[in-house]
């Protein structure tokens, strides 16, 4: 800790000094201040629930415009895939800024917090990273910040785990988690983004460390950071956790933590885990997408597993006593790192992988893996589903809004707003969706208006 906290860089962006990223304003600035009628928040990974599904009150416009959707703004950023987090108006951007822009002697793992509906900066705080990936290129941050209960926390691609205030930016506790644990450091640096489970004294942050004697995962107190528990052996993997939903009010909810070569669920209060299952192989293969949690026709929980590098997919219901499969294998789905989505009783995810095309959009019905459909894509992506619709944004920058059906694929609308690669997860709040590729920021305009 006192490590972390000696390597302290802040800057605090209230007064008329210019942001070292330009911010552009493409459109009239009443309407980025007025923005849509409709929408909640985007706080974590995935969403509200860290499932795909936008806010209930999220409305998408019936078409767009030929050239596609309307840019609210755009702004320059720096390296990394970690998609933005937004809440209460703030949107939460973190990325590596190298050291002549950061005015540093070594390069900066920054979080900054940003006006959503302008782009204008609002405060930043950042720490410093000498991180070098063992394989391929991004040197940034992978783990999509969290907004939780006024906080922000981040989880960096060496390992440091920060917490902020989200009004003003103040930090209030970090960890060297890697450090600390004796993490191994993985092919591309620390990329499962950490779980808030919750409120109040007993909100408890849930990180997939992968440490070893026993700190595999590590629950820490999100109001002052201290350990709370520690479970495992277990190497990390680059899947995020998922809450178990239907806690008792004031419980903590069980999660669903995959980790490098198994799949656990684990009571959150504790550490303990109640159950666990083989997932993964060993070998240059990851696990990135993240557990699906679903409703199940027998009326128990189910749970969707997936990853690629033949590893396949396993879905079946689960409870506190153990998970029992219903089908299994690599012929319906082995999705590299896109979480499926549920809507209206069918399945839709990306299927195969980015680093060897040709990727497909499935759909499938959950219940027994049968694929109801396939199609091609031009190349691999992720999904947001809302409204009764999905949002499919495609790592080559394609955008398409489609109308979910169990028969075909049904294209309503497409356009290609951000050119480059596309890793960074989309998130959708209050009808502007924010995309990133390697260096740009742009928030579009496709909610529909009241």
Same mark, same amino acid.
């Given at each position: ?69 309307? =840019? ?49 900066? %609002? ?20 783990? =999509? ?50 779980? =808030? ?89 990851v696990n990135a997408a993240c557990p699906r949690v679903m409703p199940g026709a027998d009326g128990a929980a189910s749970l969707l597993i997936t990853a690629s590098y033949g590893v396949g997919s396993r879905c079946g219901s689960f409870d506190a006593d153990g998970f029992r499969p219903r ?63 999905? %949002? ?29 690669? %596309? ?22 305009? =496709?909610?529909?208006?009241?």
């Amino acid at each position: 800790m006192r490590a972390a906290r000696d390597c302290r860089w802040n800057l605090r962006v209230r007064d008329a000094r210019p942001c070292r990223h330009r911010v552009l304003l493409a459109h009239a600035l009443v309407v980025a201040i007025a923005g849509p009628g409709f929408g909640g928040d985007w706080p974590q990974l995935l969403g509200p629930d860290r499932n795909g599904q936008a806010a209930p009150d999220e409305r998408l416009a019936d078409r767009w415009p030929a050239a596609g959707p309307g =840019v609210v703004w755009q702004r320059s950023v720096g390296s990394g895939y970690a998609g933005v987090a937004v809440a209460a108006g703030k949107l939460v951007l973190f990325h590596r800024l190298p050291a002549v822009e950061a005015g540093t002697a070594t390069d900066i793992e920054m979080v900054e917090a940003i006006d959503a509906a302008t782009g204008i900066p %609002l405060w930043r705080d950042g720490h410093p990273t000498r991180f070098r990936p063992q394989v391929g290129g991004g040197d940034g941050p992978l783990c =999509v910040p969290v907004i939780h209960d006024g906080r922000v926390v981040t989880y960096g691609a060496e390992g440091v785990l920060s917490c902020h205030r989200l009004a003003d930016g103040s930090r209030l506790w970090q960890h060297d988690t890697h450090r600390e644990y004796d993490a191994r450091e993985g092919y591309f640096g620390a990329g499962s983004a950490p779980l =808030v489970v919750g409120h109040g004294e007993a909100a408890t942050v849930i990180v997939n460390v992968g440490g070893r004697q026993g700190a595999g995962i590590v629950g820490f107190a999100l109001d002052n950071g201290e350990a709370r528990w520690m479970a495992t052996d277990e190497p990390a993997s680059y899947a995020a956790p998922v809450a178990v939903p239907g806690a008792a009010e004031g419980e903590l909810p069980d999660v669903i933590v995959i980790t490098r070569y198994r799949c656990q669920q684990i009571d959150s209060a504790t550490g303990k885990v109640r159950w666990e299952v083989p997932f993964g192989m060993r070998g240059p293969t990851v696990n990135a997408a993240c557990p699906r949690v679903m409703p199940g026709a027998d009326g128990a929980a189910s749970l969707l597993i997936t990853a690629s590098y033949g590893v396949g997919s396993r879905c079946g219901s689960f409870d506190a006593d153990g998970f029992r499969p219903r089908w299994e294998g690599l012929d319906s789905l082995a999705t590299q790192y896109a979480t499926p989505v549920l809507v209206g009783g069918s399945l839709y995810a990306f299927d195969g992988r980015e680093d060897l095309p040709p990727a497909s959009l499935v759909c499938l019905d959950p219940q027994n893996g049968q694929v109801r459909w396939r199609e091609r894509q031009a190349s691999y992506g992720s999904l947001v589903a809302t409204d009764g619709r999905l %949002l499919a944004v495609g790592t080559d920058g394609t955008l398409q809004l489609i109308q979910p059906n169990g028969d075909r694929l049904e294209i309503l609308a497409s356009a290609r707003p951000l050119s480059g690669t %596309l890793r960074a997860l989309p998130a959708l709040a209050e009808g502007r969706l924010y995309l990133r590729n390697d260096d740009t920021l742009v928030c579009l305009d =496709v909610g529909k208006k009241p």
